[in-house]
């Protein structure tokens, strides 16, 4: 809602209080002013001039010379490329000196020969966007009414010589969709009276009753309709004063009829249409369901196809107009309309919701049904527009007004306690300052006891429990007033949960590692969704998706990440890791809610260190991969319980891929991305993981142990085990582990060989053992035991023997 400054002043007294400051004091009270501005700002020198003479440029075809009264002592000669220039004209005039919009200085100046003291102007070259101007004017300088007087201020004929602020409104605040519901506001915070307007229109005998009659057949969509007639108008241009408030609102000038409606929609929040009554085609309006199949031309010459759903005002039997949104082609007001129909009715902001939606119509007037207007205001906006009318147009208003009600316009009454309004506030207000709050807000209230019951008047349909009173008390109280006390209770809400806790340890460390998190799309196509996934399950399919490429709920986000590298290695990043923790849905086949489960996932390709100067690079592979995750289980404390054993999965290159156990339940998978995807997405070598992240947060890790540093030397032994060449190291590795008892403290594999002088089907590999015992220092004979016992595992369990 764009408020003008100068038109609230209208209603509220404004005195010492300027426009930045009364910005600030509304967005403390809970309606947020997302900025002020000053439509004049940098803007000097401008006047209303009288163009005495217009001739063509003798030196060019698309320039005038003319000669201009500026108010001065002498005319001033000016050269204008404007086509729409003429003789007699009253222009706005930067004379020179002047600053325009963008600090445009004006400055004397020879255009082909001939001097210009001067620029006359268009009201885009003041500021005001195109769309703002009236369609005369869009093209060409701005020509004033010809009573205009000359060497006026030209920005302040305008209206702009005035502030706008802009509110951010919620939803809720419809009430401050309008001039005086904004003056209700803010004489609220300022503890001042609004004054309203008292519309009363001179009538003449003639009975509006006699032109028309109103019928409502859906009346649970339009209550309340009021229709005032006008006669003998004249449409033209609206004066000055009109046109400036509405462009400062963000609405563009047509005629005065049209403007007046638009203006009252400003005003008191209650959308207005005009009808051109001789082109009704009948004396009565009726409201009701459009027909199945039934069509209707709107203003923006579109003919729109209708249905039952929409709501039309028809003359009895076409429509002329779609209820709440737009008026029809058929009854349009234009220069030749004589008499006037004013519909001013209240519509059930349902009905106007889903009209606006299936045409793709959203207007000012629709988007105030849809959030609810005063109803009490339907009758004194029918009467403001007739009184206008009358004035700015010439017209005669027929007596009374015709109408079909059958609206509840009762006031509500809601109730609450002082007690809880100072428990939840954690003030100690007495009733007194409650009470001077709600005069404040011009709500009726009364007080019994402990007990406030406050009449809300219609304009406030936000407030409706005792909860929206305690609002507006603190709004008014002011938010900065209220105390700030810590919770009493037994533990202090807001921490984190372990498994909160948890996860952060497992972003910091990835990110730390060098992996940089990706937020993903939940949303991915049926191809992708099977993908990666754990979980093998029936992917969910979402009733309207976007489009094909969203309409399922991804069971993996490795798919997603993919996507990730591969949008940026065609942006020429090639050195890449990525990692996100995000949820996946697994459909149960019981419930309609899938199953949702958080899984961490990674993605790295190109190189994962360089060091140009030592003339070093190492190539993402499996190792470094390995190597993170095992980093991050022993962050996590469960290095000892997490195995890799070798597998395969679709998608997943099959030599270099393994399932990753937790207590040998598989939690995961990580490998290098099969060769064929790698080229179908035009990526480089590709190393993906993904783990269930709740499995891993959900595991019990075993306290901290700390262990005293050897005061003993070790001892350590190599071995080198021929075996067959599918036996996997970390099989040996748990064998050897688990036959060395208390003595053998480490195991480390350090080399691998599959050479010529290999037996057929074998390959060695090499262990590094270290004994220590932290009571003495061991000798070989204390060794000697334990380290047969090992040889004897690996040769029983693996069939491995030593290497000669």
């Known amino acids: 809602m764009l408020v003008s400054y100068k038109w609230l002043q209208e209603y509220v007294d404004l005195t010492g209080v300027s426009a930045e400051e009364l910005g600030e004091r509304i967005t ?62 009253k222009v706005a005039v930067a004379t020179v000196g002047a600053v325009l919009p963008g600090n445009f200085k004006i400055k004397k100046a020879k255009l082909r020969g001939e001097s210009s003291h001067g620029m006359i102007c ?40 005035d502030q706008v602020l802009e509110l951010g409104l919620t939803p809720n605040r419809a009430d401050c969709m309008s001039m005086i519901g904004v003056a209700y506001e803010t004489a609220a915070i300022l503890g001042k009276d609004v004054k309203l307007p008292e519309p009363k229109a001179a009538e003449i005998s003639e009975q509006a009753s006699d032109y028309i009659k109103i019928n409502i057949e859906a009346k649970e969509d339009n209550p309340l309709y009021v229709a005032k007639v006008v006669k003998n108008v004249k449409v033209g241009p609206s004066p000055l004063w009109l046109q400036g408030r509405l462009m400062a609102a963000g609405i563009r000038p047509h005629n005065n009829v049209v403007d007046i409606t638009n203006y009252i929609l400003l005003e008191y929040g209650q959308p207005l249409h005009a009808f051109d009554y001789d082109r009704l085609g009948s004396k009565e309006i009726l409201v009701r369901r459009a027909k199945s199949g039934e069509t209707i031309e709107t203003l923006d010459s579109v003919k729109r196809s209708l249905s039952e759903e929409h709501l039309v005002i028809t003359n009895g039997a076409e429509p002329i107009a779609l209820a709440g949104v737009m008026g029809g082609a058929n009854s349009e007001v234009n220069a030749d309309t004589v008499t006037v129909l004013i519909e001013s009715a209240y519509f059930a902001g349902a009905s106007i919701r889903k009209s606006s939606k299936d045409h793709g119509l959203r207007s000012e007037a629709s988007s105030r049904f849809e959030k609810g207007v005063d109803p009490a205001r339907v009758h004194k906006a029918a009467e403001r527009a007739a009184e206008l009318m009358a004035e700015l147009t010439g017209g005669e208003v027929l007596a009374g007004s015709v109408e079909a009600d059958y609206l509840d316009k009762s006031e509500k009454t809601v109730s609450t306690t002082l007690g809880k309004i100072n428990s939840v506030l954690g003030t100690e207000l007495e009733m007194k300052e409650i009470e001077n709050i709600f005069a404040r807000l011009q709500f009726r209230s009364t007080a019994d006891n402990d007990t406030i019951s406050v009449i809300v008047p219609t304009r406030r349909g936000d407030i409706t429990i005792a909860e929206d009173l305690i609002e507006e008390v603190a709004r008014l109280y002011g938010y900065d007033n209220l105390p700030s006390t810590l ?65 399922m709920l991804r069971l993996s986000i490795v798919p997603q990440l993919l996507e990730v590298l591969k949008y940026n290695t065609a942006r020429q990043n090639d050195n890449l890791a990525m990692y996100e923790t995000g949820t996946v849905f697994l459909k149960d086949g019981v419930s309609e809610l899938p199953e949702e489960r958080e899984h961490l996932s990674g993605a790295l390709t190109g190189l994962w260190g360089s060091h140009p100067w030592q003339g070093e690079k190492k190539p993402v592979d499996f190792f470094v991969l390995k190597g993170i995750l095992e980093g991050l289980f022993a962050k996590l404390g469960l290095e000892e319980r997490v195995q890799f054993k070798a597998g395969e999965m679709d998608g997943m290159h099959p030599g270099r891929t393994a399932e990753v156990l937790l207590d040998g339940e598989r939690v995961g998978f990580a490998g290098q991305v099969h060769p064929t995807v790698q080229k179908e997405m035009d990526l480089k070598e590709t190393y993906v993981f993904e783990l269930s992240l709740k499995m891993l947060l959900d595991a019990k890790s075993e306290p901290l142990h700390y262990i005293a540093i050897p005061r003993f030397p070790s001892i350590t032994r190599d071995i080198a085990l021929v075996v067959d060449k599918v036996q996997s190291a970390g099989e040996l590795k748990e064998i050897i582990a688990g036959a060395g008892g208390r003595l053998l403290k480490e195991v480390g594999v350090f080399d691998l060989y599959e050479g010529d002088r290999m037996e057929e089907g074998k390959k060695s590999i090499a262990f590094s053992l270290k004994y220590y015992d932290p009571e003495k220092t061991l000798t070989d004979e204390d060794i000697a035991k334990t380290h047969e016992k090992v040889l004897a595992s690996v040769k029983e369990q693996a069939g491995a023997v030593l290497r000669g």
């Open 487 to 551: 919770p009493v209770v037994a533990s202090v809400p807001g921490r984190l949960t372990d498994y909160q806790k948890k996860r952060r340890v497992v972003r910091r460390y990835l990110e730390g590692a060098g992996l940089y998190q990706a937020v993903t799309y939940s949303l991915t196509s049926r191809d992708k969704a099977l993908q990666y996934a754990l979980e093998e399950r029936e992917p969910v399919e979402l009733a309207m998706p976007m489009s094909e490429e969203r309409s």
């Open 122 to 161: 268009s009201l885009q070259e003041l500021g005001i966007e195109g769309k703002l101007i009236a369609k005369e004017f869009a093209e060409g300088i701005y020509v004033f009414p010809e009573d205009t007087e000359v060497g006026q201020d030209a920005m302040a004929l305008l209206g702009r010589d």
């Open 28 to 89: 403390k009270s809970g309606i947020e002013v997302e900025g002020v501005d000053k439509l004049n700002e940098g803007v000097s020198g401008l006047v209303v001039g009288h163009v005495i003479e217009c001739e063509k440029h003798p030196n060019a075809e698309k320039l005038n010379k003319t000669l201009v009264d500026i108010g001065e002592e002498e005319p001033v000669q000016i050269v204008c490329g404007a086509a729409n220039v003429a003789k007699g004209q």
